[in-house]
């Protein structure tokens, strides 16, 4: 079956302006989580999001960061007047039943941001 | 919030040498344990996991970790490692949400 999706895969954009991320989760999983993978560290979280809860925001690095996931399925990753230090690697991942179970998280192939 | 630290940044090893990466983990409750691996190219997987029982658990591709609650560790093993193990290697601890460690690199030579 179809795994956990995002697009663009790559994307260069100019510091200072605003871009969008996206995440399509495996079909009938409840919980996404956003993290960020910059070169040389480990997955820093980001923000998740579980049924219709409101989501745990606690990893945003930034006001500038903010995310939002319609319908309980696509997720949208917003990062306003980029900065160089956002470069990263952004990956989304989908779980059945969310965090406190210790959920299987199946992760998608990323989007590589870089700032300019 | 728990915190995940893994204290090897980089191992190169050559084939059929054994294999530990250490992970730690700093969190006073109840935990759930993974170890997820990233081979080259590809997408994040699941290696293994602990939720409870058996405190040695086993994944695949010959991998085994052990849980020890004194120590607050969940190390990674493998007694004969391949070429094809190269890869990065991440520790995660799930209590309130989920933490990764900084990753580990792991080179298998020829």
């Known amino acids: 079956g179809a795994g956990v999706s995002q697009s663009p895969s790559n994307k260069v954009t100019e510091k200072g302006k605003d871009v969008e991320l996206r995440c399509d989760p495996i079909?009938?999983?409840?919980?996404l989580y956003w993290y960020r993978q910059s070169l040389g560290q480990g997955l820093e979280f980001l923000i998740y999001?579980?049924?219709?809860?409101?989501?745990?925001k606690s990893g945003l690095p930034s006001d500038r960061f903010s995310a939002e996931r319609t319908g309980g399925s696509v997720s949208t990753l917003t990062i306003q007047r980029t900065q160089q230090e956002d470069s990263a690697v952004y990956l989304c991942?989908?779980?059945?039943?969310?965090?406190?179970?210790?959920?299987?998280?199946?992760f998608g192939p990323g989007t590589r941001l870089t700032v300019l | 919030a728990q915190s995940v630290s893994q204290h090897n940044h980089h191992v190169i090893l050559s084939e059929a040498a054994s294999l530990e990466l250490g992970c730690n983990y700093s969190?006073?409750?109840?935990?759930?344990l993974f170890w997820y691996v990233q081979y080259p190219g590809q997408h994040l997987q699941l290696l293994l996991k602990y939720f409870s029982g058996d405190p040695l658990v086993k994944g695949i591709k010959g991998f085994e970790a052990e849980f020890i609650k004194s120590k607050f560790s969940f190390n990674l093993r493998k007694p004969s490692v391949q070429w094809s193990d190269t890869a990065e290697y991440f520790c995660?601890?799930?209590?309130?949400?989920?933490?990764f460690g900084a990753g580990t690199r792991l080179t298998v030579k020829p």
């Open positions: 991942a989908s779980g059945i039943n969310g965090g406190v179970s210790g959920d299987t998280q199946y």
């Open positions: 079909s009938g999983h409840t919980a």
């Open positions: 995660a601890v799930n209590a309130n949400d989920m933490r």
């Open positions: 969190y006073g409750g109840t935990v759930n």
């Open positions: 999001f579980q049924g219709n809860s409101a989501p745990d």
